[in-house]
């Protein structure tokens, strides 16, 4: 398995933590990496989440003659989808704010990256009233060994 995926499973594992019980705002309902599980996130009354990436920046780094390693900046995206009746952009904070404190728990991603830096927070209209999508942007900063991902 590629750095990339543990980085992104580990993402999954992290968000799964957020709940009212461990000091949240919110208790999450689905986080999925699956693109096909879309339509599943929209009905749910539970914040829920969609991991995925968007670009792997690389530069090549000589460490000796004999090996080179690979930096790379994964541009992360955690698609959020809130529910509520009332107090919409309320519940967006809400859950953007308990995705950002989480993401900071663990910033090397369980040994497997060097750092987690917030980058951009982007605002979607939902399917009606009652939802609102957005897209929390995350660069993810890693290193390994160059023919070795």
């Known amino acids: 398995m590629s750095k990339r995926e543990d980085i992104l499973d580990n993402v999954v594992t992290t968000l799964a933590g957020i709940k009212k019980t461990n000091g949240y705002n919110n208790d999450i309902g689905l986080v999925t990496r699956e693109v096909n599980d879309w339509n599943k996130l929209l009905p749910n009354q539970k914040p829920a989440a969609m991991v995925f990436w968007t670009s792997d920046d690389k530069e090549t780094e000589t460490i000796s003659l004999s090996g080179q390693y690979v930096l790379s900046n994964l541009n992360l995206v955690i698609r959020g989808v809130v529910y ?29 990256a060097n750092y987690t830096i917030p980058r951009r927070i982007t605002v979607y209209q939902g399917e009606d009233s009652y939802n609102i999508i957005f897209d929390y942007e995350f660069i993810i900063g890693y290193h390994y060994v160059y023919g070795s991902p």
């Open 84 to 112: 509520a009746k009332s107090g919409l952009e309320e519940a967006l904070n809400d859950f953007a704010e308990d995705i950002e404190t989480i993401m900071a728990v663990d910033e090397e991603r369980d040994s497997n």
